[in-house]
């Protein structure tokens, strides 16, 4: 893709000195580059986001099987006193 791209090469400084004089293509290459860094962004918020529904949805079963366990032995308490 670089081969295409004449101006893939070059510096951002750069590039946005000659975006701010000229415009034109530079400004195009501005617009693209920083598209590019957006979609890499959001697919990485994307993943990360993924991962932390993941957690919590194991910390809900993990929360769920220790309210069974307190309300099983609470049960067996009851029982016991009730004797």
Do not use: C
Request: aromatic share 8%; hydrophobic share 50%; net charge neutral.
């Amino acid at each position: 893709m670089a081969d295409d791209n004449p101006l893939a090469n070059v510096s951002d400084a750069k590039l946005v000195a000659n975006a701010f004089s000229g415009g034109g293509a530079w400004e195009v290459e501005m617009m693209r580059r920083l598209k590019d860094t957006l979609d890499a962004e959001m697919r990485v918020a994307n993943e990360l986001s993924a991962k932390i529904h993941r957690l919590n949805r194991s910390l809900l079963w993990y929360t769920v099987a220790l309210a069974l366990m307190a309300a099983f032995q609470f049960g067996a308490l009851l029982r016991d006193i009730t004797r």
